[in-house]
């Protein structure tokens, strides 16, 4: 069974700098598809950014050119690292991994931007 821990999450000042980690275990061949997403309170879960298993990434339009997602080399653990926060960023983030058509979580990490 596939299993994600996210990890990094904390209190920022707004314009800083924090890295998330995500590591997966039980996984034996590379997903089809990984992805950041976040929630904020109130708020429905939206997708942050996506890596394909080839390995390219797309990124939701709030967070272009200030986020960036990736891999190590064995492809069990994912990161996002996130530069220049701003409040609005402000939410629990979730890592996940698709095989097929099945989608697997883990528990979020909570992320506040202070102003």
């Known amino acids: 069974q596939v299993q994600l821990v996210e990890s990094g999450g904390g209190l920022v000042q707004a314009g800083g700098t924090l890295r998330l980690s995500c590591v997966v275990s039980?996984?034996?061949?590379?997903?089809?598809?990984m992805a950041w997403y976040r929630q904020a309170p109130g708020k429905q879960r939206d997708l942050v950014a996506g890596i394909s298993s080839a390995g390219s990434t797309n990124y939701a339009d709030s967070v272009k050119g200030r986020f960036t997602s990736s891999t190590d080399n064995t492809g069990n653990t994912m990161y996002q690292q996130m530069n220049s926060r701003k409040p609005e960023d402000t939410a629990a983030y979730y890592c996940?991994?698709?095989?097929?058509?099945?989608?697997?979580w883990g528990q979020g990490t909570q992320v506040t931007v202070s102003s």
């Open positions: 039980g996984r034996i061949f590379r997903p089809d598809a």
């Open positions: 996940t991994l698709r095989y097929g058509s099945t989608w697997s």
